[in-house]
């Protein structure tokens, strides 16, 4: 099980770098939800029950902000009662003290799905991928570290390819 999980986090690499290129919040929502499912079967593989659950919270999460955008609304609802959720499924799955690194790093994902923009939303990345990439180091998750450091790398490189294009 232990090596389809870190298989599978490979997988959820590829699709958060790809994520991470697109211009759309829609669409980087789309791949969100997509690899937080990847995720959590990850993490279920390889034992690590707070981050699965935590995954569980944002695949959920990224779909309500998908409807909620689709609908044109905004507000701190869904970021506030998200990242109380964050906490809650935190405490009721605790495995480790370094389970915090990974509740803090997906608190402000939570609340970085919120932004309308891509800008906005890769800032906030270069935030939580360092939380939760230690988090990953001392919960033994190849997939997790591979993955975190992608998405710190990808969110520099939208930045970048920000600032040249003009994107917003």
């Known amino acids: 099980m232990y090596i389809v999980g870190q298989i599978l986090g490979i997988i959820a690499v590829i699709l958060g770098f790809i994520c991470f290129q697109m211009k759309s919040p829609r669409v980087i929502l789309i791949f969100q939800i997509i690899v937080a499912s990847v995720f959590v079967v990850h993490y279920i593989c390889i034992g690590s029950m707070t981050a699965m659950a935590l995954n569980i919270v944002a695949a959920v999460q990224c779909v309500c902000y998908y409807f909620r955008d689709k609908k044109g609304s905004r507000g701190l609802f869904l970021p506030v009662f998200f990242s109380v959720v964050m906490v809650i499924a935190s405490i ?31 800032v906030a990345m270069l935030i939580k ?23 710190l790398v990808s969110s520099v490189v939208g930045i970048i390819k920000k600032n040249k294009d003009g994107e917003e």
């Open 92 to 122: 009721l799955t605790w495995g480790e003290w370094y389970s915090v690194f990974i509740m803090t790093g997906l608190v402000v994902n939570a609340v970085s799905l919120a932004f309308s923009s891509a800008h906005k939303i890769r």
């Open 129 to 151: 991928a360092p939380l939760c990439l230690i988090y990953n180091v001392l919960a033994g998750s190849i997939g997790g570290v591979i993955y975190e450091s992608a998405l």
